[in-house]
């Protein structure tokens, strides 16, 4: 087996690091309140929270928020629950929240990657 990237692996790699970063969080509303979570997986069609234990088949309306981003509110389905995490479901409506998500995405991949760069130097050797 080949061990090639592709730049699909590179892309996925980047943006686990960025949800592994927690710079991307969730607030979600329930039937009984509001929680905070940190969002452990992310994509235009769900997310995988990680914080207090949700109920399957519940729905919710999750709202995410990354450093310096509006937030995006979806609807969702809770779809598997264990233990701390649970697999949310969006509901779109329209294509402006998977839109908003994306671009959450690469805002927070972009200031992981300035974060990791080494700073220029300000002086000529």
Known sequence: M???QTPLDE???AVRRVLASHQIRAIVR???GLSEYAVANLGPGGALLVGPPLRVHALVEVVLRAPGGEPVRVLGRVAHARGSEAGVGFLHRDDDA???IQA???EALERQR???RPPASTHAE
Do not use: F
């Open 11 to 13: 892309r996925r790699r």
């Open 2 to 4: 080949s061990s090639k």
């Open 104 to 106: 959450m995405l690469l």
């Open 30 to 32: 329930t039937r009984t």
């Open 98 to 100: 998977e839109d908003r």
């Open 114 to 116: 300035a974060q990791e």
